[in-house]
């Protein structure tokens, strides 16, 4: 069965750093991966998806991810983090077989000036 | 505008009573899917429609019901039976099952 691990409930950067995310999922197939991003009481919106393609995703707002199925990662990083990057980010992979998805416990990420 | 609203945003409830919570859709997606969010959890699926008069459980469907009478719309119910129903909940729709676009949710506490 596919899962997926989130390896941090918490990051914290300074503006202008960088940001990294990470993800772990398990998947006998090729997943498709994606990452979503939610501020504070509001729903989720995609950031980006990978679907066996280049493995180097680009997704909205400067944000990307790369696939490396060595590793079986996902992470996502940026190069220099805004303050309206402040937000919980979902890592989610896609169920082969039921084509529901599956999500992460969701990292937040919080951004200091 | 095309997109998801949700309604109520906020909803209080008194031990016992049902509570309906509304999700209308204008993108024309013909699957539809409810989720919980609680604190420090993933989104988990209630559940889920892909057509009109057709829904799923998912994996946490005890103590909700839901209707799908129409396209655009994808009532949920949470019934007294729910045991522990004060969370947040998360309505999305989507054109090929995998992604999801949201509305910005209900937030339901019980009293």
């Known amino acids: 069965a596919q899962s997926v691990t989130q390896l941090d409930s918490h990051v914290s950067v300074s503006e202008g750093t960088p940001v990294l995310l990470r993800c772990n999922y398990s998947?006998?197939?090729?997943?498709?991966l994606f990452w979503y991003v939610q501020h504070p009481n509001k729903g989720l919106q995609l950031l980006l998806k990978y679907t066996s393609a280049a493995t180097l995703v680009k997704g909205i707002n400067g944000f990307e991810a790369e696939f490396k199925k060595s590793e079986t990662s996902f992470h996502l990083t940026k190069p220099s983090a805004h303050m309206s990057d402040a937000a919980e980010y979902f890592c989610?992979?896609?169920?082969?077989?039921?084509?529901?998805?599956?999500f992460g416990t969701g990292t937040r990420l919080q951004v200091f000036p | 505008d095309g997109g998801i609203t949700q309604s109520p945003k906020y909803l209080f409830r008194k031990e016992g009573q049902n509570v309906t919570l509304s999700c209308e859709q204008n993108l024309n997606h013909d699957a539809m899917y409810w989720y919980r969010q609680d604190p420090g959890q993933g989104l988990r699926l209630i559940y889920y429609s892909q057509i009109v008069n057709d829904f799923q459980k998912g994996d946490i469907a005890e103590g909700y019901s839901v209707s799908r009478e129409k396209k655009e719309s994808f009532p949920l119910t949470v019934t007294s039976a729910q045991k522990n129903p004060t969370a947040f909940y998360l309505c999305a729709s989507s054109i090929d099952q995998r992604e999801l676009f949201f509305g910005e949710g209900s937030r339901l506490t019980v009293l």
């Open positions: 998947s006998s197939y090729s997943p498709s």
């Open positions: 989610v992979v896609s169920d082969i077989n039921t084509d529901k998805l599956i």
